[in-house]
């Protein structure tokens, strides 16, 4: 069965303090390797999807890593709007398979 | 392009009751995809669709049915609502093969009393 563990659950950080979220995930094959922002009350919003172990995406402040066991969400010189919930989900590579499982977050927050 | 819409963005419904939770979506995506989203558990695909006529079972279909009748529109209707039912739904969407990263809705939070 897949499973994604996101850690830590929470995570608070000063203004310019940069950190990383951390997703390890099991998975029978992976598709694909998925992160989402989701603001209080919002739906999850896109990031970045990752395939391949070695694989980076960056985008402003935000650089996410893969390996054959984890991802790394980085976070450089947050900002207080970076606060949010991060979400990871992965998707096997089954015929016809279209489930994500996600991970149940870690909620950032950036203190000014 | 609005993306993915959800109506309505709340809800309270009483034990057995039934209702329709929309989605449209106007990206012409083919695929669509309807989760829950509890405290503290990930979201949990209910059911999908690879395209207008076609749908299939997720982790947790009880208590939900689908239809897929155009490409835009995706509602998902509960019959007899139960208590378990209360969540936050979400709608998502894809782009046709070879892109699997999924756009999601704003979601319609629903109390079951």
């Known amino acids: 069965e897949d499973q994604v563990t996101q850690s830590p659950e929470a995570l608070r950080l000063q203004e310019g303090e940069s950190s990383s979220l951390n997703c390890s995930y099991t998975v029978s094959g992976l598709r694909g390797l998925f992160w989402y922002r989701q603001d209080p009350g919002k739906g999850p919003e896109f990031l970045f999807t990752l395939y391949s172990a070695g694989e980076e995406k960056e985008k402003e402040r ?13 976070i450089t010189a947050p900002k207080p709007e970076d606060s949010a919930t991060y979400l990871c989900a992965v998707q096997a590579i089954n015929f016809g398979n279209e489930k994500l499982t996600f991970g149940t977050g870690t909620r950032l927050t950036i203190i000014p | 392009n609005a993306g993915v819409t959800q ?16 989605c449209t979506q106007d990206m012409n995506h083919n695929y669509m995809y309807w989760y829950r989203q509890d405290p503290g558990m990930g979201l949990k695909l209910i059911y999908y669709s690879v395209g207008a006529g076609i749908t299939d079972k997720g982790e947790v279909p009880n208590g939900y049915n689908v239809s897929r009748s155009t490409t835009e529109d995706f509602p998902l209707r509960l019959e007899l609502a139960a208590p378990s039912q209360t969540s936050v739904y979400f709608c998502a969407s894809r782009k046709n093969r070879g892109r699997y990263e999924q756009y999601f809705g704003p979601g319609t939070r629903l109390t079951v009393t």
């Open chain 2, 7 to 22: 109506t309505p963005k709340f809800r309270i419904l009483k034990i057995g009751q039934s209702m329709t939770l929309q």
């Open chain 1, 62 to 74: 935000l650089k996410a890593t893969l390996t054959k066991k984890e991802s790394f969400l980085h």
